[in-house]
């Protein structure tokens, strides 16, 4: 009863954590027109299969490039972030984005 609770509360607060990162880097926007729990849809600075490629290099799995499917989200991505994530990862994820965004 309370583990389940507690993997919903660690998914939340880690993906906002994720977001409020990835906000803060230069070229990159969070999109959310509302509240969101693990996932949310990031503006990118570039292709998202270029980003993605370079973050692969990396050893991270990118975001769900959803200009595949949804023409005028052209260079976004969506993110999904779990309990699984650590602090670690997500700093990782956001340095690599800062460095694809800038190279």
């Known amino acids: 009863?309370?583990?389940?609770?507690?993997v919903a509360e660690l998914c939340y607060h880690k993906a906002h954590y994720a977001a409020g990162k990835i906000g803060e880097l230069k070229g990159y926007r969070v999109w959310n027109k509302e509240p969101f729990f693990h996932e949310f849809v990031v503006a990118c600075p570039k292709p998202v299969d270029e980003i993605n490629s370079a973050l692969l290099e990396a050893q991270i799995l990118g975001g769900y490039d959803l200009g595949q499917d949804y023409p005028e989200l052209k260079n976004h991505m969506l993110l999904a972030v779990t309990e699984m994530n650590s602090r670690e990862e997500i700093d990782g994820l956001a340095?690599?984005?800062?460095?694809?965004?800038h190279a």
């Open 95 to 101: 340095a690599a984005l800062a460095e694809v965004g």
């Open 1 to 6: 009863k309370e583990g389940l609770r507690r």
